[in-house]
């Protein structure tokens, strides 16, 4: 090179170095600053095609549902801008609709490569021979996404290593934008869903009794574990009053009162279901007070609340029962609840109380029928949520129905007080899915060495599901409530 021609070639190369510099520091205040991806995008393919000298760049998106989308384009040769678009938008279309390229993760590394080089070879020839065209791929996550192109017609044009390394350059920045708007959006969706669970969760909260009624004969236990803001379990005690009865002096009295033990779940999460328990709950108050039949109970519930159930496309189990404190007796109608078990102190065994019915609102005419049973001092009575019985341990084991009884019977017989039995019957939950509680274990919950492991605690299932426990234990006749 001629030595006038040296101070030249020096400044035109600091110009060119600038230029890369301005143009790199567009793109990354872009990145900062832009709320909207397409924006970003758009600057993709002018920068691209910038930075290499081309006439023009291309963005390709390789969608997650199939599809390939020619997302941006950039030409300086506007009588040809419109030509290019159209022809390149026919390919990925025919591209698209010839065979979905991203169906599965499995087959996406075999597709991918044979992909890329095909669109390459369509868009040389829909460009022409005079055009040169290259591409990089556009990588998120290591995954193909997509492919960056530019392309150009001038007949010197070379594409060296440095142009190589500034369109990879740009198609990474791209690809971050892209991860980033897509963790965003992802974001927002969590985010929104946790509130949801919240506000379920709180309304389930508010609905549920703070404390257990004081019933002479008996003494209650409840508790309602919530497992990560779920909802659905519903439970719910109702003082029902008796009939008016005239005394001599012509004044009124109460006969008594029954009270109305109510369990139940309503399908479905967050505020969906938080609002179906309201309606629930009101309606099974309005149906007890008005002194019908459990049975009846439910009949009327399950009609009132068909339509609204039938169009959400969610159904309630339900399991309501009534206590008569005079006669110790409890009556009760099954919507296709969990069966309560009676534990019978006399006998020590186990009796399911469950009737004939279906859940409220699968049918708009079903049946339900009831039962009733004398209770005795010390029988207990155990109404539950199917959290409990679907707890599983590390070996994918559910505690299932049988667990339950066993753990009722342990407790039934070690424990005087319901809340006593109520903490032993979650205490065993807990053991079975190898957590350990302050009581021994009992018999039929043998030591796991497994479930002992401290290096095993990252692998204990969590709960998928609310898991609703309540005890009634019946007194002896002299003992107070």
Same mark, same amino acid.
């Not at 139940?264 to 149906?287: Q, S």
């Not at 039934?412 to 053991?431: H, N, T, V």
């Given at each position: 090179?001629?030595?006038?021609?040296?101070?030249?070639?020096?400044?035109?190369?600091?110009?060119?170095?600038?230029?890369?510099?301005?143009?790199?520091?567009?793109?990354?205040?872009?990145?900062?600053?832009?709320?909207?991806?397409?924006?970003?995008?758009?600057?993709?393919?002018?920068?691209?095609?910038?930075?290499?000298?081309?006439?023009?760049?291309?963005?390709?998106?390789?969608?997650?549902?199939?599809?390939?989308?020619?997302?941006?384009?950039?030409?300086?040769?506007?009588?040809?801008?419109?030509?290019?678009?159209?022809?390149?938008?026919?390919?990925?279309?025919?591209?698209?609709?010839?065979?979905?390229?991203?169906?599965?993760?499995?087959?996406?590394?075999?597709?991918?490569?044979?992909?890329?080089?095909?669109?390459?070879?369509?868009?040389?020839?829909?460009?022409?021979?005079?055009?040169?065209?290259?591409?990089?791929?556009?990588?998120?996550?290591?995954?193909?996404?997509?492919?960056?192109?530019?392309?150009?017609?001038?007949?010197?044009?070379?594409?060296?290593?440095?142009?190589?390394?500034?369109?990879?350059?740009?198609?990474?920045?791209?690809?971050?934008?892209?991860?980033?708007?897509?963790?965003?959006?992802?974001?927002?969706?969590?985010?929104?869903?946790?509130?949801?669970?919240?506000?379920?969760?709180?309304?389930?909260?508010?609905?549920?009794?703070?404390?257990?009624?004081?019933?002479?004969?008996?003494?209650?236990?409840?508790?309602?574990?919530?497992?990560?803001?779920?909802?659905?379990?519903?439970?719910?005690?109702?003082?029902?009053?008796? %009939?008016?009865?005239? +005394?001599?002096?012509?004044?009124? $009295? &109460?006969? #008594?009162?029954?009270? *109305? =033990?109510?369990?139940?779940?309503?399908?479905?999460?967050?505020?969906?279901?938080?609002?179906?328990?309201?309606?629930?709950?009101?309606?099974?108050?309005?149906?007890?007070?008005?002194?019908?039949?459990?049975?009846?109970?439910?009949?009327?519930?399950?009609?009132?609340?068909?339509?609204?159930?039938?169009?959400?496309?969610?159904?309630?189990?339900?399991?309501?029962?009534?206590?008569?404190?005079?006669?110790?007796?409890?009556?009760?109608?099954?919507?296709?609840?969990?069966?309560?078990?009676?534990?019978?102190?006399?006998?020590?065994?186990?009796?399911?109380?469950?009737?004939?019915?279906?859940?409220?609102?699968?049918?708009?005419?079903?049946?339900?029928?009831?039962?009733?049973?004398?209770?005795?001092?010390?029988?207990?009575?155990?109404?539950?949520?199917?959290?409990?019985? %679907?707890?599983?341990? +590390?070996?994918?084991?559910?505690? $299932? &129905?049988? #667990?339950?009884?066993? *753990? =009722?019977?342990?407790?039934?017989?070690?424990?005087?007080?319901?809340?006593?039995?109520?903490?032993?019957?979650?205490?065993?939950?807990?053991?079975?899915?190898?957590?350990?509680?302050?009581?021994?274990?009992?018999?039929?919950?043998?030591?796991?060495?497994?479930?002992?492991?401290?290096?095993?605690?990252?692998?204990?299932?969590?709960?998928?599901?609310?898991?609703?426990?309540?005890?009634?234990?019946?007194?002896?006749?002299?003992?107070?409530?």
């Amino acid at each position: 090179m001629p030595a006038p021609a040296m101070p030249d070639r020096v400044a035109e190369l600091e110009r060119e170095h600038h230029r890369m510099q301005y143009l790199l520091a567009w793109l990354a205040f872009a990145l900062r600053s832009f709320n909207n991806l397409n924006q970003i995008l758009e600057l993709t393919a002018f920068v691209a095609s910038q930075l290499t000298d081309a006439e023009g760049g291309a963005l390709v998106l390789f969608n997650p549902n199939g599809t390939i989308q020619l997302d941006q384009l950039h030409c300086s040769d506007l009588n040809h801008r419109e030509q290019i678009r159209a022809e390149m938008e026919q390919i990925t279309q025919t591209l698209s609709a010839q065979e979905p390229i991203l169906k599965t993760e499995g087959s996406l590394s075999v597709k991918i490569p044979a992909l890329e080089h095909l669109l390459d070879e369509r868009f040389r020839q829909s460009l022409g021979p005079d055009v040169r065209l290259f591409g990089t791929p556009l990588l998120i996550r290591n995954s193909v996404q997509g492919r960056l192109y530019v392309f150009s017609r001038q007949p010197g044009y070379h594409w060296d290593e440095r142009r190589q390394q500034l369109l990879r350059l740009v198609a990474d920045q791209a690809g971050v934008a892209i991860e980033n708007d897509r963790l965003t959006a992802a974001l927002r969706r969590k985010m929104a869903l946790e509130k949801e669970m919240e506000i379920g969760s709180y309304i389930q909260t508010q609905l549920l009794p703070r404390e257990c009624p004081q019933v002479k004969g008996i003494r209650l236990a409840a508790r309602c574990r919530v497992a990560s803001k779920v909802g659905g379990d519903y439970y719910d005690f109702i003082k029902i009053p008796g %009939e008016r009865l005239e +005394t001599s002096d012509s004044s009124e $009295e &109460t006969a #008594g009162f029954r009270l *109305a =033990i109510v369990i139940g779940d309503v399908m479905g999460k967050g505020v969906p279901a938080g609002l179906l328990m309201t309606m629930t709950r009101a309606m099974v108050r309005a149906e007890a007070l008005n002194r019908h039949s459990p049975a009846r109970v439910l009949q009327h519930l399950n009609r009132a609340m068909y339509s609204d159930l039938e169009n959400s496309n969610r159904f309630i189990s339900l399991f309501y029962s009534e206590y008569d404190p005079r006669s110790h007796r409890l009556c009760f109608s099954n919507a296709a609840h969990n069966p309560t078990l009676w534990w019978q102190a006399r006998t020590r065994e186990i009796q399911p109380l469950d009737t004939e019915g279906a859940l409220i609102g699968l049918e708009e005419n079903s049946h339900y029928s009831e039962s009733c049973v004398q209770l005795q001092p010390g029988d207990v009575v155990v109404y539950y949520t199917d959290g409990y019985t %679907e707890t599983a341990n +590390t070996r994918g084991e559910r505690l $299932e &129905t049988s #667990g339950l009884m066993d *753990a =009722i019977q342990y407790a039934a017989r070690r424990y005087d007080s319901p809340e006593d039995i109520l903490e032993s019957l979650f205490e065993q939950m807990d053991a079975f899915r190898g957590r350990r509680g302050s009581h021994p274990l009992p018999l039929w919950l043998p030591e796991d060495p497994e479930l002992l492991l401290q290096d095993e605690i990252s692998l204990r299932p969590e709960p998928v599901d609310d898991t609703t426990l309540v005890v009634l234990k019946v007194l002896p006749d002299s003992e107070p409530a």
